[in-house]
């Protein structure tokens, strides 16, 4: 809901980087699993669910009268406040808040919007981007916005940000302030998507003045429409509404964002009114929610795509593609869906995000073959089996490892699943000390977010999967500008990575949230890195 005018100044580019979900022409921005068979096979059970798709945020009634404090209940945990620290889903949804970036991404119409920015120039090379910033826009401190802060932004991120981020700030090899309000970057090759990658929280920009002076927290200072007031970690965090906003100033003066680890108990904090929205309920009581006339239940398919990595670093499995296409073979989907999410999920047939640019809809998930499955295992050496660990966090995950590991053992694999908190899990994927890890991406729309799982450079890269094609296709498509050859190189990517099995994908989670009546303003996210800058709640 950030009103913002696109004011793109190369067409070329434009035409390119706009990462519309109808790249995948078949699926909508949000939606069911009813309107998705187009780009994924659906599970008997989500067949029965519901058609309800995450609504376009409203406009709030000019005569209303709004609720000063807003609450938001959520199971996960917030550690910390700095946007180059760390980049999942809920931290994310956090940096919407405080730190707006040179562009933004609208989740309604997956468009590029400006934010920071007022519009860029690109060199005839495609390595010089020109940015030119608004006028007059502050940090939280009072500081002025200059170049000088947007060059500081990307030299810290490219020496401090989290892996996941530090690629892309290392893209950029040069800078140059023109004026106050006029910013140089040169890359290092050209990237047609990077203006889209620069578009998300992690890339907010900093004040160098607040963040030289509190390195501890200096990085907190943005220049987003909320400001921090109280942070507890691993509690809530406390925001308020930063009033000299250079854009719509929000109408709620204070949100709180307040860890529930448990999300019944989330869901009778909603109905007692303590909080007024309750996010990802149990599947359990979503018709409780839909029934409840106090509350609206909002329901859509996600980005959000559950994985196995296998260890390409680790025998036997990372040895055989024929043992890991043995895995694929053996697994039975629907059963992991209807067991593990209630059937509140869509089958994944291609490691890729189904709304992404490029996504290719003709792959099928491999069918359920035990026979099959069982001779991959005997061509491989082993028609036996033998013993593997798989390592996952959270009770949904670890639930659909356990029915993997009945369905593996009818084909003689002995699987161990270890459950792991999320630090545990983190650490022994970053060390390498897995077999199969089962976690999840929630991918973004534009087509080089690829390279977050698939390049041999990212940290994100948990399978350790380096297919020299793969490396060379990703490069490929980064500076490619023809749409057509573009869409080729991406079917590419993913036909490999099909073959290959170093990702076996499973499915797209459908995502639910309930809030109270009266609550508008979100701009909710397949990729559930949903934008609350703007949320109100009417009060009668």
Known sequence: MKKRIT???????????????????SQPAATTAQTTQA????????????????????????????????????????????PQSISNGSHRMLFHLTHDALFYINPATSELENAVAEGYELSDDMLTYTFKLKKGIKFHNGEPLTADDVIFTFQRGAETSAGALRGTFKQVVDYKAVDDLTVQMTLSSPNVDFVSNIAVPGFGILNRKAVEADPEHGADIGCGPWMHKEFVDNDYVLLARFDDYYDEVAKAETLKIQTIPESSAQ???LQNGEIDLCMDPNNSEL?????????????????????????????????????????????????????AY???????????GWAQKYYDDSFEPYPTDLEKA???????????????????????????????????????????????????????????????????????????????????????????????????????????????????????????????????????ATKAIATVKGLGGVDYDPGTSHDFSHVYVIEE
Do not use: H
């Open 374 to 508: 069982k001779a991959l295992m005997a061509e491989a050496g082993y028609p036996n089996g033998f013993d593997v660990e798989i390592i996952t966090n959270n009770k949904q995950r670890v639930t659909a490892s356990t029915i993997i590991q009945a369905q593996l053992k009818q084909i003689g694999i002995n699987l161990k699943v270890s459950e792991l908190d999320s630090a545990g899990i983190t650490a022994r994927q970053e060390s390498d000390d897995f077999q199969i890890t089962m976690y999840d991406n929630n991918w973004f729309a534009y087509a080089d977010d690829v390279r977050r799982l698939y390049s041999a450079e990212s940290s994100n890269n948990n399978a350790n999967y380096v297919n020299e094609r793969i490396q060379e296709l990703i490069s490929l498509g980064a500076s490619e500008t023809d749409d057509a050859k573009r869409e080729a190189i991406y079917k590419e990517i993913q036909e490999i990575a099909y073959d290959d099995c170093a990702y076996i994908p499973i499915c797209y």
């Open 39 to 82: 780009a994924v096979q659906q599970t008997k059970a989500a067949e029965t669910q519901p058609a309800v798709t995450a609504p376009a945020p409203e406009t709030a009634p000019a005569e209303a009268k709004f609720k000063k404090d807003i609450i938001i209940g959520t199971n996960k945990k917030y550690t910390n406040s700095d």
């Open 7 to 25: 004011m793109i100044t190369s067409v070329i580019l434009a035409a390119a980087m706009l990462f519309s979900m109808a790249g995948c022409a």
């Open 342 to 352: 209630d059937g509140y999920a869509i089958k994944a047939a291609s490691t890729y």
């Open 267 to 269: 869901l009778v904090a």
């Open 287 to 339: 018709q409780i929610i839909a029934d409840d006339p106090n509350l609206n239940l909002i329901q859509f398919n996600s980005m959000a795509e559950t994985y196995l990595a296998i260890n390409m670093l680790q025998g036997p499995l990372g040895d055989s593609k024929e043992l890991r296409q043995a895995i694929r073979y053996a697994l039975n989907l629907d059963e992991i869906i209807i067991g």
